[in-house]
């Protein structure tokens, strides 16, 4: 039976290449639609990039805290005096302190490299949300396109099996033959509802990146978009636009303002104070205290810290360079040798189909049901070979330029 059902299956798989113009192939260009059709949607009902969000915005506002002066302090002292030719004293005083560090724009440049750190962790895990999507529609477009060929091959099938069977009440085939074809019928029926539960599996795991709303997919049937061959210019686009990269870049560059900042907080902090007193017997007197802090143990081994923190940051900057360039270079090789593999396999099928005149030999007479379906067993494996490469060729290639998302 296994044998018969991909027979059957291979029949509706080369339909959907042969007859009708290699539109299993055109899931790629289909697929890339995604980006501008769902791309928003996604992101505005996604929940865990809505909680993400919200997390971003405590985040930088926290980052933001603390990167003013300190606030002025207002005394009040009110005394009373012993004698009484001296009066009570009444001090008023406004205190306000400086340190540089505020001053110079250190604690500010720190707070903007750390927020746009977080702004890059939040891009690196919106780009895995949209890439699980779109490696999502690349499976429903495959899915979609195989149900429909699935349905007309179920049409052509049943009649098939109605001639069949006239033909083995007739006394004109032998209920081997007749077999043969009930077994493919309900192979392909079987297969359809098969098809049919893992497209409403792959449907509600899109629904539920999109906020549990499902999501309508209107795709126009193109042919496969071709990866470039320009691998320089690629390279330097790919390095770039890297969020991976570009997320250990801004970590080096929050360690070195860390290190800036570190090193202000050596600097003395100044202060100054408004003094007004009052005497209830005598003269009143008001004027201006200055003051300065000496830092000379507050601060013993940040400066060291931060150095290691430094780099540490700028070693994880060559490590992800080095990474990135090897899996790029690897990825770029799998995506063009996949590419070349599902042409390959698509031409062949073009060049060497015979399907037509094995339809034409059966309906003649010339050969049986089962010579018939043994005739294109060949296709059915190059086919599935071919199927397999194309889709795994758009998955590949969806992956490699996730940094587009």
Not at 99 to 111: E, H, I, M, P, V
Not at 151 to 157: I, M, S
Not at 230 to 241: G, I, L, Q, V
Not at 361 to 382: C, F, R
Request: proline share 1%.
């Amino acid at each position: 039976m296994k044998h018969y059902k991909s027979i059957m299956l291979f029949l509706t798989l080369l339909s959907t290449l042969v007859m009708e113009g290699q539109t299993s192939t055109s899931g790629n260009s289909q697929v890339f639609s995604f980006y501008t059709q769902l791309r928003d949607s996604i992101e505005t009902n996604n929940t865990t990039l809505v909680a993400l969000r919200a997390e971003v915005e405590a985040r930088r506002l926290d980052n933001l805290t603390g990167i003013t002066l300190a606030d002025p302090e207002v005394g009040y002292k009110h005394m009373w005096e012993g004698a009484e030719q001296s009066g009570n004293l009444t001090e008023f005083t406004v205190s306000q302190s400086f340190d540089l560090s505020t001053l110079l724009g250190y604690k500010a440049r720190t707070a903007g490299s750390k927020n746009q750190y977080i702004d890059l962790e939040y891009r690196m895990a919106r780009m895995d949300v949209l890439l699980e999507a779109h490696l999502l529609c690349i499976d429903i477009n495959y899915y979609r396109a195989l149900g429909a060929e699935l349905e007309r091959r179920l049409v052509h099938a049943r009649r098939v099996l109605e001639v069949e069977k006239l033909r083995l009440d007739a006394g004109d085939t032998d209920l081997l033959s007749y077999n043969n074809v009930l077994l493919s019928f309900a192979s392909l029926d079987a297969e359809k509802s098969h098809i049919d539960a893992e497209l409403r599996v792959l449907e509600a795991d899109l629904a539920r990146l999109n906020g549990g709303r499902p999501l309508v997919l209107n795709y126009s049937a193109n042919s496969t978009t071709v990866f470039t061959d320009d691998f320089d210019s690629w390279y330097a686009e790919a390095m770039d636009s890297s969020p991976m990269l570009a997320l250990a870049r801004e970590g080096c560059q929050v360690a070195k303002s860390e290190l800036a900042l570190t090193k202000s907080m050596h600097l003395p902090t100044l202060s100054a104070t408004y003094i007004n007193e009052r005497h209830t017997v005598g003269d009143r007197s008001q004027g201006l205290a200055v003051g300065m802090s000496i830092p000379l143990w507050a601060n013993k081994n940040r400066v060291g810290a931060a150095r290691a923190a430094l780099q540490a940051a700028e070693l994880q900057v060559v490590d992800a360079e080095q990474q990135l360039r090897s899996q790029l270079h690897l990825g770029y090789e799998r995506v063009l040798g996949l590419q070349k593999t599902a042409i390959l396999y698509r031409q062949a099928l073009d060049e060497a189909n015979n399907t037509e005149l094995l339809q034409r030999a059966m309906d003649e007479g010339h050969i049986s049901v089962l010579e018939y379906l043994q005739g294109i067993e060949l296709y059915y494996d190059y086919l599935d070979r071919s199927l397999s490469a194309e889709r795994d060729y758009q998955s590949a290639l969806a992956e490699l330029e996730a940094w587009k998302l």
